[in-house]
Antibody
Framework: QVQLQESGPGLVKPSGTLSLTCAVS?????????WAWVRQPPGKGLEWIGE???????NYNPSLKSRVTISLDKSKNQFSLTLRSVTAADTAFYYC?????????????WGQGTLVTVSS | DIQMTQSPSSLSASVGDRVTITCRAS??????LNWYQQKPGQAPKLLIY???SLQSGVPSRFSGSGSGTDFTLTISSLQPEDFATYYC??????????FGQGTRLEIE
C-alpha cells in the first residue's frame, strides 16, 4: 500500500533553511499524482504549502512562494521541501501527502508528520 | 484566497449521538470540498471528498452534503473512536488550497 515518510532535521536556526524529504513507497512518484506538503503549528490548524507533479510542475501557497521550493528525486522515489529564511513562525509539524491528479483534488495518503522547531 | 469557516469550533456529544458540522466557503466552490479527521498525534485522514463521496474504508456513519458555499459533515451515530478534530478543505480552481480552522469534537 502507499506509504509516505518524512525525514529531516528537527531543529533549524532562525534565518536558516528548513529541508525535509518525503520517501514514497507503494507507488511510483512518476505516477499521476500530485505530491504535497502541509504544515500545522502545534495546537493550530492546517496550512497547504505547495505541491509538485511528476513533470516537475509546481504550485505554491502565495504566502510562502518567495521562500519555498519543492523538488522531485525520481531515482529515489522521493520529493523534498526547502523553506528559506525561517523564523519561529515556521515552527510546525510538516506533513507530506499524495493527491490524485483528478479534478476532485484531495489528500488521500499522508505521512506521519515531523516536528520542525525554529530556535537558536 | 477562499476562506473556509467551520462551525461550531468545538462541540461536546455522547456516544450514539447524531452530529453535524458545518463548513462555509467565502465564495462558491461547487462541490470541491473535502473533509478530514485528525486524532491527537496523528496525521489527518481523508473521510469525504467532492462534498459527498465516501473515501474507501471510511465507515458509512460518515456522510457529507452541500454545494456552492455551504457544506455539512454528519456522523449518524457517534462511536468512541470518532472523538477528534475535523477539518474541511476546498480545492476550487484558484490557489491556494485552504482549510477550515477545525472543529473539535469532545466527549460530553
Amino acid at each position: 500500500q502507499v506509504q509516505l515518510q518524512e525525514s529531516g532535521p528537527g531543529l533549524v536556526k532562525p534565518s536558516g533553511t528548513l529541508s525535509l524529504t518525503c520517501a514514497v513507497s507503494g507507488v511510483s512518484i512518476s505516477s499521476s499524482n500530485w505530491w504535497a506538503w502541509v504544515r500545522q503549528p502545534p495546537g493550530k490548524g492546517l496550512e497547504w504549502i505547495g505541491e509538485i507533479f511528476q513533470t516537475g510542475s509546481t504550485n505554491y501557497n502565495p504566502s510562502l512562494k518567495s521562500r519555498v521550493t519543492i523538488s522531485l528525486d525520481k531515482s529515489k522515489n522521493q520529493f523534498s521541501l526547502t523553506l528559506r529564511s525561517v523564523t519561529a513562525a515556521d515552527t510546525a509539524f510538516y506533513y507530506c501527502a499524495q493527491a490524485p491528479d483528478t479534478r476532485a483534488w484531495r489528500l488521500d495518503y499522508w505521512g506521519q508528520g515531523t516536528l520542525v522547531t525554529v530556535s537558536s | 484566497d477562499i476562506q473556509m469557516t467551520q462551525s461550531p469550533s468545538s462541540l461536546s456529544a455522547s456516544v450514539g449521538d447524531r452530529v453535524t458540522i458545518t463548513c462555509r466557503a467565502s465564495q462558491s466552490i461547487s462541490t470541491y470540498l473535502n473533509w478530514y479527521q485528525q486524532k491527537p498525534g496523528q496525521a489527518p485522514k481523508l473521510l469525504i471528498y467532492e462534498a459527498s463521496s465516501l473515501q474507501s474504508g471510511v465507515p458509512s456513519r460518515f456522510s457529507g452534503s452541500g454545494s456552492g458555499t455551504d457544506f455539512t459533515l454528519t456522523i449518524s451515530s457517534l462511536q468512541p473512536e470518532d472523538f477528534a478534530t475535523y477539518y474541511c478543505q476546498q480545492s476550487y480552481y484558484t490557489l491556494p488550497i485552504t482549510f477550515g480552522q477545525g472543529t473539535r469534537l469532545e466527549i460530553e
